[in-house]
C-alpha cells in the first residue's frame, strides 16, 4: 500500500499538470507566418464562456481580454520587425461552435502566402554552423537575413544587377537577370562565397 506521503506527490503532480492543461484548455488556433524578418508562430485562445481573448506572437503576449460578452468579432495587431498588421476573425458557425481565420496585411493568409511567393525570393543555409534564412522583397530590393535588414551595394553588370551584401564574414551576392521570357519574369540567385544556394520553398 502506498504511503501517504506518495499519494501526496501524486496528487500535487496531477494538480500541476492540471492547473498547465487549464491554462492551455483555451487555445483554439495556431498559425506559423513566414515573413521577411523570420517565421512567426501566432496563438489565439479563446474562452468560450468567459469570452476572454488572448493573442501570443513567438511567445509573447500581445493582447488580452477578459470577459468579452461579445464571443464574435475581430482583434489587430502588429507581427514582426516589418510591422506587419494581422488580424484574427472570430466567427460563430451555428451552436457554440467558432471559426477562426488570420489575415495578413487584409488578405486570407492562404492569398497573402501565394502573392508572397511571387514577391519575395527565400533561401536558406548554413554558414560554419548557423543556420540563415536570406529573403529577398523583390519590389524594393531589400535584403533580409535572420530578422535584420541587411546593408546592401547595388550594381549593374552586363547580364542584370548584382545585391551585395555580407553574412558573418561570407560574401554574398544576389544576381537578378531577365529569363528571356515573359512569364517567368526576372529570376534571382543567391551566390555565396562563388556558390550557388537553392531557393527554399516555404
Known amino acids: 500500500?502506498?504511503?501517504?506521503?506518495?499519494?501526496?506527490?501524486?496528487?500535487?503532480?496531477?494538480?500541476?499538470?492540471?492547473?498547465?492543461?487549464?491554462?492551455?484548455?483555451?487555445?483554439?488556433?495556431?498559425?506559423?507566418v513566414a515573413l521577411s524578418d523570420g517565421v512567426h508562430k501566432i496563438e489565439f485562445e479563446h474562452g468560450t464562456t468567459s469570452g476572454k481573448r488572448v493573442v501570443y506572437v513567438d511567445g509573447k503576449e500581445e493582447i488580452r481580454k477578459e470577459w468579452m460578452f461579445k464571443l464574435v468579432g475581430k482583434e489587430t495587431f502588429i507581427v514582426g520587425a516589418s510591422k506587419t498588421k494581422a488580424t484574427i476573425n472570430i466567427d460563430a458557425v451555428g451552436g457554440f461552435a467558432y471559426e477562426y481565420t488570420l489575415e495578413i496585411n487584409g488578405k486570407?493568409?492562404?492569398?497573402?502566402?501565394?502573392?508572397?511567393?511571387?514577391?519575395?525570393?527565400?533561401?536558406?543555409?548554413?554558414?560554419?554552423?548557423?543556420?540563415?534564412?536570406?529573403?529577398?522583397?523583390?519590389?524594393t530590393m531589400d535584403v533580409w537575413c535572420?530578422?535584420?535588414?541587411?546593408?546592401?551595394?547595388?550594381?549593374?553588370?552586363?547580364?542584370?544587377?548584382?545585391t551585395h551584401f555580407s553574412v558573418d564574414d561570407h560574401s554574398c551576392c544576389i544576381k537578378a537577370v531577365s529569363s528571356g521570357k515573359r512569364k517567368e519574369g526576372i529570376i534571382h540567385t543567391l551566390i555565396v562565397d562563388d556558390r550557388e544556394i537553392p531557393e527554399a520553398v516555404e
Not at 501517504?4 to 496528487?11: A, G, K, L, M, S
Not at 492562404?110 to 529577398?136: A, F, P
Not at 541587411?150 to 552586363?158: D, I
Open 108 to 139: 486570407s493568409l492562404k492569398k497573402y502566402m501565394e502573392n508572397r511567393s511571387k514577391t519575395t525570393n527565400t533561401w536558406v543555409l548554413s554558414l560554419g554552423g548557423t543556420d540563415y534564412r536570406v529573403v529577398l522583397e523583390k519590389d
Open 1 to 32: 500500500m502506498a504511503s501517504r506521503e506518495e499519494i501526496t506527490v501524486c496528487e500535487d503532480e496531477l494538480r500541476s499538470q492540471y492547473s498547465h492543461l487549464e491554462k492551455m484548455t483555451d487555445l483554439v488556433a495556431v498559425w506559423e
Open 146 to 162: 535572420n530578422g535584420q535588414k541587411m546593408e546592401t551595394a547595388g550594381e549593374f553588370v552586363e547580364d542584370g544587377t548584382e
